[in-house]
């Protein structure tokens, strides 16, 4: 087992996801994607089906500003914090308390941008061509044209990047906002994990 933190950002259809899973897998640690969710509902008292919801989609707010730093917002009776904000700040505080136990592979939630400074985490951006994304999509989904998924792709990677953009000020999926950029559709699944694994073997002895 190893304690890298490993931060997976991704493009819809690459197969990040699953790509996380293996990594965490070979690595003996532990995996949070859609857990994350739950956490931070239960931290902030959110209902879990508005939480699911809110994930991963920003608010028209400013307070992301506050994200990186105070807690107390979170916990506030004063202020009525719109949902995408209080979860991303839960998320944000579930993310440092995992980062704080030991290694883990994170994936999305801005957990890059998070743990920005922590000594122990690199990042990772898992990207491929609309063609592979577009046959990953219809091999989950047979029921959808090859028109519909990339519809898909294209609205979901559209609403990954504002998420991320309006959170961390940054711009999501440029290649040098990481410390690792890998082209899945040229490796597959597991050659794009052992490739992750081994990094991570390198970037924390």
Known sequence: MT???????????SGGRHIGELVAKELGIPFY???????????????????????????????????????AMLHSSHYNMPINDKL????????????????AVIVGRCADYVLRDHPRAFSVFIFADN????????????????????????????RRAN???????????EMENYNLAIDAGKLGAEGTAKVIAEYAKLYVK
């Not at 994350?36 to 500003?65: F, G, W």
């Not at 029921?143 to 792709?153: G, Y």
């Open 3 to 13: 304690n890298v933190i490993i931060t997976i950002g991704r493009q819809f259809g």
């Open 88 to 103: 991303f700040l839960a998320q944000s505080e579930v993310i440092r308390d995992i980062a704080g136990k030991g290694g």
């Open 33 to 71: 994607d859609e857990e994350l969710i739950t956490l931070a509902a239960d931290k902030s008292n959110l209902c879990h089906e508005a939480a699911a919801e809110a994930d991963e989609r920003n608010a028209n707010s400013l307070l992301y500003t506050l994200a990186m730093g105070s807690s």
């Open 163 to 173: 998420y991320y953009n309006f959170y961390t000020g940054n711009r999501w999926g």
């Open 131 to 158: 063609e592979v994304r577009v046959n990953n999509v219809l091999s989950k989904d047979d029921k959808i044209t090859k028109n519909e998924a990339a519809s898909l792709i294209s609205k979901t990677d559209r």
